[in-house]
């Protein structure tokens, strides 16, 4: 067996809200997670924001220490 058969690549979380990123991730395992604000109004105002950037890349093989970056707008 290869190893790469039970290895999925890594989703794409864009379009995606943040909390429902966030969650998905801790559920696939991965801990260090950083959140950049790329729009100030995103905190104000109670909105919901989404993601609109990602780190690594959707179809990429990270380990579970990498570090995943999600850019989050409102």
């Given at each position: ?6 290895i999925n690549p890594f989703p794409s979380f864009v379009g ?59």
């Amino acid at each position: 067996d290869d190893l790469f058969d039970s290895i999925n690549p890594f989703p794409s979380f864009v379009g995606m809200r943040r909390d429902d990123a966030i969650r998905k991730l801790k559920e696939m395992g991965f801990k260090n997670i950083e959140v950049i604000n790329t729009d100030k109004k995103c905190e104000k105002e109670g909105r919901k924001c989404k993601v609109s950037e990602q780190e690594p890349r959707e179809g990429e093989f990270p380990g579970f220490e990498t570090l995943i970056k999600l850019y989050i707008h409102s």
